[in-house]
């Protein structure tokens, strides 16, 4: 089960902009953004080479799907719904 949604992003990307629209609609599971301007070193840790990403995270804190770009909500519920 997802517990956690991790999203990468930055002020000036016009995608991320859009998917922090997506993401209000999300119900369900908690979501933390960071900036990768702000948050270099995790994101190096994450292994982010490009922005939007998003990471979800299950119960014993590890990391079971990604996916990148400005994806749809429905995308997102799709991924959640697998890991249910």
């Known amino acids: 089960m997802i517990t956690q949604i991790e999203k990468f992003g930055a002020t000036?990307?016009?995608?991320?902009?859009?998917?922090?629209?997506?993401l209000e609609k999300v119900?369900?599971?908690y979501v933390k953004k960071?900036?990768?301007d702000q948050f270099e070193d995790l994101s190096e840790e994450r292994g982010v080479r490009?922005?939007?990403?998003?990471?979800?995270?299950?119960e014993n804190?590890?990391?079971v799907d990604r996916l990148m770009g400005a994806v749809s909500l429905d995308k997102?519920?799709?991924i959640?719904?697998?890991?249910k």
Not at 50 to 58: A, E, Q, R, T
Request: hydrophobic share 40%; net charge negative; glycine share 6%.
């Open 34 to 36: 960071y900036d990768v």
């Open 12 to 22: 000036w990307c016009g995608p991320c902009k859009v998917l922090d629209k997506t």
């Open 61 to 63: 804190n590890q990391e």
């Open 50 to 58: 490009s922005i939007p990403v998003l990471i979800f995270w299950d």
């Open 27 to 29: 119900t369900g599971v």
């Open 76 to 78: 997102i519920n799709e």
């Open 80 to 83: 959640l719904e697998k890991w």
